[in-house]
């Protein structure tokens, strides 16, 4: 089946990709693309939740992934800036990936709507605002069912956090709120975390 749309996928792909630096949102590295794929055909996870769409890039991957190893699963993704949400809905939300599994493109503040949401996920991908992601952490886990899988991307931020560059003035915040996430992942009694230096840092968590 995939095969057949190896042309659609491919675009969908570079569209996405254009969008992303039209938009000012950075796309996922192609090291963070393999891990996130490496990922999904390990677990083969049927409920997956994206904080953090951009244009829709790494969502595209995901669900192309989900489509081969995990037929019939879910996929949601939240995106608070307007421009970007549009074009996340515009190219998932219409896009023939829809036909193939249940995908869901939320206009939101992801902190917010986390402490509202009841709705539990299997795997939990991280790459929204930086400066939030110590505060979502408690939410996030609630929500992440037992065995399930949180991934975190950039978590190094260009390098800042954990010292290989020099931290902007700008960039303090940031960096002190995702050492706090790191230290507060770390040290969870109900997640076992691995991190790794690819793709300016990335955590995987499981849920015990």
């Not at 042309?7 to 590295?29: M, N, P, V, Y």
């Not at 939740?49 to 595209?60: N, V």
């Not at 608070?80 to 190219?91: G, H, L, M, T």
């Not at 998932?92 to 036909?99: D, E, H, P, Q």
Request: glycine share 8%; charged share 30%; hydrophobic share 40%.
């Amino acid at each position: 089946m995939i095969s057949c749309k190896k042309h659609f996928i491919e675009t969908l792909f570079e569209k996405t990709r254009e969008d992303s630096k039209r938009l000012g949102c950075i796309a996922i590295t192609h090291e963070m693309r393999q891990i996130l794929s490496d990922l999904i055909e390990e677990k083969k996870p049927r409920k997956v939740l994206e904080i953090g769409s951009g244009a829709g890039y790494s969502g595209a991957v995901i669900c192309v992934d989900l489509i081969i190893h995990s037929e019939g699963a879910s996929f949601t993704t939240i995106e608070q800036d307007e421009a970007r949400y549009k074009a996340v809905s515009e190219n998932l939300g219409g896009s023939l990936l829809r036909g193939l599994v249940s995908i869901k493109c939320l206009r939101a503040d992801a902190n917010e709507w986390l402490k509202q949401n009841k709705e539990t996920f299997d795997f939990i991908f991280i790459d929204g605002p930086k400066g939030k992601y110590d505060l979502m952490l408690p939410d996030i886990v609630r929500v992440l069912e037992k065995g399930g899988t949180m991934v975190a991307d950039n978590i190094f931020f260009h390098g800042m956090v954990n010292g290989k560059t020099e931290t902007t003035s700008g960039a303090r915040t940031i960096v002190r709120h995702m050492q706090q996430f790191i230290e507060d992942a770390k040290n969870h009694k109900e997640l076992e975390v691995e991190i790794s230096d690819k793709a300016d840092g990335v955590l995987v968590a499981t849920k015990k």
